[in-house]
């Protein structure tokens, strides 16, 4: 059973960072690309980054160098270095995978950026 657990989120002010984490279970880990994906109130959910499964890594220009997508394949786990945090960068986080057997999403995770 595929499973992503996403942990991280929270409150912080303009400029700060957060880390995302997405630990994910099953034996598809290793294989598969994984993202995160962000839905803030009102708006369709869009893709933030994503990450290969040897590492080559995509942004979305809104958060080129700033954020950094990662992986531990040891640990089944996908990260989301987040730094010069916006408000614009509110949202509903989500880590994802698309598999042979279908699309799975984490409940996501809270980021709010405020002051």
């Known amino acids: 059973q595929v499973q992503l657990v996403e942990s991280g989120g929270g409150l912080v002010q303009p400029g700060g960072s957060l880390r995302l984490s997405c630990v994910a279970s099953?034996?598809?880990?290793?294989?598969?690309?994984m993202s995160w994906h962000r839905q803030a109130p009102g708006k369709q959910r869009e893709l933030v980054a994503s990450?290969?499964?040897?590492?080559?890594?995509n942004y979305a220009d809104s958060v080129k160098g700033r954020f950094t997508i990662s992986r531990d394949n040891t640990k089944n786990t996908v990260y989301l270095q987040m730094s010069s945090l916006k408000p614009e960068d509110t949202a509903v986080y989500y880590c994802?995978?698309?598999?042979?057997?279908?699309?799975?999403w984490g409940q996501g995770t809270q980021v709010t950026v405020s002051s």
């Open positions: 099953g034996s598809f880990f290793t294989r598969y690309s």
């Open positions: 990450i290969t499964y040897n590492h080559n890594t």
């Open positions: 994802h995978v698309l598999l042979l057997t279908g699309d799975y």
